[in-house]
Nanobody, 126 residues
Framework: QVQLVESGGGLVQAGGSLRLSCAAS????????MAWFRQAPGNKRQFVAY???????????DYANSVKGRFTIARDNAKNTLYLQMNSLKPEDTAVYYC????????????????WGQGTQVTVSS
């Protein structure tokens, strides 16, 4: 079992940047594939980015308000920490951001993850 704690959220103006962190404790962090999701008010939780155990491969969401090219997922297994660097933020990026571990199937499906953090709020003002 692994415990996940997100941090780094806050209020930022459009065009600004934030870096989210997800600190893991418990079982060996490097053994888990990891992802970031987000949920805006009234919306379903949606996939943002995914990273393999070693960090060699990453995948990003490809929807209307795509994060690809603006967000970067990374991990430091020595520090047991997952990151999400968010640049060129837009008001539509406003949401609670969650890290998740250990997908049991399609990494884009939130229902397949075993472990979740409590979330961190990101608010982007126009």
């Amino acid at each position: 079992q692994v415990q996940l704690v997100e941090s780094g959220g806050g209020l930022v103006q459009a065009g600004g940047s934030l870096r989210l962190s997800c600190a893991a404790s418990g079982r060996t962090f490097s053994g888990y594939r990891m992802a970031w999701f987000r949920q805006a008010p009234g919306n379903k939780r949606q996939f943002v980015a995914y990273i393999t155990r070693t960090g060699e491969l990453t995948y990003y969401a490809d929807y209307a308000n795509s994060v690809k090219g603006r967000f970067t997922i990374a991990r430091d297994n020595a520090k047991n920490t997952l990151y999400l660097q968010m640049n060129s933020l837009k008001p539509e990026d406003t949401a609670v951001y969650y890290c998740a571990a250990n997908p049991r199937g399609d990494y884009r499906e939130d229902g397949l993850y075993d472990y979740w953090g409590q979330g961190t709020q990101v608010t982007v003002s126009s």
